[in-house]
């Protein structure tokens, strides 16, 4: 019986689980998903106090529909022979989805980088809330005013004192101009101080010294500068991008018989744009990535990644939020409003589970428009 083999349990991995399941359908074909953890781990959700609840059980997606769930890691893909090796186990696939996600780029050469913190992971997550939890007026050193940095930086903002700190001249350089108004307001309001033109060049116990020469007393530096594909990736190709992520077709294969999604795959979003590392791009790339491996071993049609429009949404703390549409991050709303969006955004991301027909009919969808605010459905109509 033929075998499509998905390495990765985050959002592409178990959305390309279903995505083959969907187009398995009744027919004779294996599916075996291999990630070495029992849960699906909702990383967007991590800034939150309770990393806990960004956690779905792995099984309550993929027993409805199916799929097996190996648990292991993979370390070794040999695309000539069609296997993986998986914590020294070597499984055969006829087709393969690498789905293996990113992780947080640490620093090297930085003294006391053992120190550090950060949210890339739910392990993460709880290293730090346990760090914190019975600590007053705490302060925290937020490395990163990128996307999850001033998440982070907003929301430990609620219960201490919190510097952001960024190499960049201005905060959420990579989020362009469109939203840094809000930003920069949201910072003010909560009290946030910002040390731009800088990093830190030493963490110790209780400091942190900047590359300005000033030591910072503080109780938690958080790291979140920069994200790397998984190393899997090299197996795969010699042509990686700059985030180290394989180029793929508009069908997402990357080489005969090997396809790939989320954040290790290098697909185009349109002319000048490629899929940014993000769940609401990880999520339609695994849906079309195992569809297309099983029904190309089915003979059936394959379904090119369309997909839908670019949005943002950040969240502020106690300030709110800001959601943004397309890619120059026109400010749709912002505050209440935009926590709102987030809100419906976060329970969004939650998969369907214990029910087979509402995870592939989810899985059939791959892009849905829905209208988390009237001024939605005037962009749409425009």
Not at 13 to 32: E, H, K, N, P, Q
Not at 77 to 94: C, F, K, M, P, S
Not at 97 to 105: C, D, F, K, R
Not at 229 to 256: F, K, N, Y
Request: net charge neutral; hydrophobic share 45%.
């Amino acid at each position: 019986m033929a075998h499509v083999v998905i390495v990765g349990g985050g959002f592409a991995g178990v959305w390309s689980a279903a995505g083959a399941a969907l187009a398995r359908g009744d027919a004779g074909l294996r599916i075996t998903l291999i990630a070495p953890n029992d849960h699906l781990v909702l990383r967007p959700r991590l800034y939150e106090p309770d990393p806990e609840v960004a956690k779905v059980e792995l099984r309550r997606i993929l027993g409805p529909i199916g799929v097996r769930h190996l648990r292991a890691t993979v370390s070794t893909i040999d695309t000539t022979r069609h296997v993986v090796v998986a914590d020294g186990q070597e499984i055969h696939y006829d087709r393969l989805v690498l789905a293996a996600g990113s992780g947080l780029v640490k620093p090297r050469n930085l003294p006391g980088a053992e120190r550090l913190f950060d949210i890339d992971t739910l392990d993460g997550a709880r290293r730090l809330t346990g760090h914190l939890r019975h600590r007053n007026d705490y302060s925290a050193i937020v490395v990163g005013a990128g996307f999850t940095g001033l998440e982070a930086a907003t929301e430990l903002a609620a219960r201490g004192r919190v510097l952001l700190v960024d190499r960049a001249s201005t905060v959420g350089a990579q989020l362009g101009a469109g939203p840094r108004k809000e930003i920069e307001a949201a910072l003010d309001h909560l009290g946030i101080e910002r040390r731009l033109g800088t990093t830190v060049t030493e963490v110790g116990d209780g400091y942190a010294i900047l590359s300005d020469g000033t030591t910072i007393e503080t109780d938690a530096v958080i790291w979140s500068v920069g994200m790397r594909a998984s190393e899997l990736t090299r197996q795969i190709s010699g042509e990686l991008d700059h985030l180290g992520r394989v180029p793929v077709d508009r069908h997402l294969r990357a080489l005969p018989g090997v396809f790939a999604a989320g954040d290790t795959a290098a697909a185009a979003f349109d002319a000048g744009h490629t899929v940014m590392q993000a769940c609401q791009h990880a999520t339609p790339l695994g849906k079309v990535a195992g569809y297309n491996a099983a029904a190309g071993l089915l003979g059936l049609p394959l379904r090119d990644f369309t997909p839908g429009p670019y949005v943002t949404c950040l969240d502020l703390g106690d300030a709110g939020a800001i959601f943004t549409r397309g890619w120059d991050r026109r400010v749709m709303a912002s505050g209440a409003q935009g926590k709102e969006v987030k809100k419906r955004i976060n329970q969004y991301i939650h998969p369907p589970v214990d029910d087979a027909t509402k995870i592939l009919a989810a899985a059939d969808r791959v892009y849905i428009a829905l209208p988390f605010f009237p001024r939605d459905e005037e962009q749409s109509a425009a």
